[in-house]
């Protein structure tokens, strides 16, 4: 799975599959932000949230995500 990785932490990984993507970060950035995950019509699993090229994740909220988990794997 490829993934971004700052320092010695790798903070987001992403995936495609046949009829979904998932973006995947620490359980921590997850639950920081169930609510916004929610409120996009998104789903979401303990590490990661599931979405399609047609209902993507706002850019906003990834990049929340993206920082929460770095600071989690802090």
Same mark, same amino acid.
């Given at each position: ?6 320092? $010695?932490?790798?903070? /987001? ?5 046949? $009829? ?8 921590? /950035? ?12 998104? +789903?979401?699993? +303990? ?7 047609? $209902? ?7 990049? +929340?995500?993206? $920082?929460?988990?770095? +600071?989690?794997? /802090?």
């Amino acid at each position: 799975m490829p993934g971004f990785r700052v320092g $010695k932490a790798v903070v /987001a990984g992403y995936a495609a599959f046949s $009829k979904q993507c998932g973006l995947y970060v620490a359980a921590a /950035a997850i639950a920081a932000h169930a609510d916004e995950i929610a409120a996009a019509g998104l +789903k979401a699993s +303990k590490t990661g949230v599931t979405f399609t090229a047609a $209902k993507p994740i706002p850019d906003a909220l990834v990049e +929340k995500l993206a $920082k929460a988990s770095r +600071k989690a794997l /802090a």
